[in-house]
């Protein structure tokens, strides 16, 4: 597991990083939320030994990362850094064999990961003449090549259109599956409720909230249900405890303030004919992050 206790970091006099604390836990997802200027990248710079922490730890397996460590973790940064002048897998296998890989087994993997991101056909195309997002593609197979223990990706689905984006959740889906533990951060939130089993939201250095996704939703979420009926559900809102935030004819949504109020709402709708539909609503990635933030 990957830990992250108290971590600070300054540039200057300004507190970019205060306590941040956290774990990526070998085998899951977990999606790294904030706003631009919140600290992801600085933070996924210390993980690496890029930056040095004021203040804190990062820990390995319970102990602190070490260099000999630092090069089996795999990374992605959000600016592209490749040469632009190299052929596709033959840059793949050089970044396999800078970390230690035989040339064959550089090779074979490279291979494998072109084929996994359906980019063999360039594999022999200079990296400049392929697409952004196909470069994108390219950046993330960087990241795989040497079989990483942990996996750090900085915006990994920039650029990339929705096929390519089915193409990168698959891959990144099955290192995780074989055990690795795997941070990234992005700003497409809907692609991280999908793909992340825990998240992790950070707002102006700190944490502001982290968890698993059903965490989360417990934790932060407004008690809010929908109610379908036969005929108008306006009546919702004179109902003491509910306070009605969509109305659409025969639909209602509304939130609680008071206990069993939905129990009320619920009571009255029988109490009028037919429920077609009463259920509670689970809150998306993206009304949590607004909450938090």
């Known amino acids: 597991m990957l830990t992250m206790t108290s971590i600070s970091r300054s540039f200057g006099d300004h507190r970019v990083l205060d306590d941040v604390t956290f774990d990526v836990r070998p085998g899951r997802m977990t999606g790294f939320l904030g706003a631009n200027g919140s600290g992801k990248t600085t933070t996924m710079r210390i993980i690496l030994g890029v930056l040095a922490p004021h203040g804190g730890t990062v820990s390995w397996n319970g102990g602190p990362v070490t260099e000999e460590q630092r090069p089996g973790f795999g990374y992605m940064p959000e600016e592209r850094g490749l040469y632009p002048k190299m052929k596709v897998a033959e840059q793949i296998t050089w970044l396999g064999r800078l970390h230690g890989m035989d040339r064959a087994a550089a090779r074979a993997n490279t291979d494998r990961l072109l084929a996994e991101l359906e980019l063999t056909d360039r594999a022999n195309d200079k990296l400049e003449a392929l697409s952004l997002g196909n470069q994108q593609r390219v950046q993330i197979a960087a990241a795989l090549v040497h079989d990483p223990a942990v996996l750090i990706l900085d915006e990994p689905f920039s650029g990339l259109d929705p096929i390519a984006v089915e193409i990168v959740l698959d891959v990144l889906r099955k290192r995780a599956a074989g055990g690795v533990p795997v941070l990234f951060s ?25 968890g698993s996704r059903e965490e989360l939703r417990a934790r932060h979420g407004t008690a809010r249900f929908e109610l379908v009926v036969e ?61 938090v933030v």
């Open 186 to 210: 992005s700003h497409q939130l809907a692609v991280v409720e999908r793909l992340c089993d825990d998240v992790v939201i950070i707002s102006k250095g700190r944490i502001a909230a982290s």
């Open 231 to 291: 005929s108008d559900a306006g009546w919702v809102r004179d109902v003491p405890g509910a306070r009605v935030v969509e109305l659409d004819g025969p639909r209602a949504v509304f939130e609680v303030s008071e206990a069993d109020a939905e129990q009320r709402v619920l009571a009255a709708a029988v109490g009028r004919g037919a429920v077609r539909g009463f259920t509670a609503v689970v809150p998306t990635l993206d009304e949590i992050f607004k909450e």
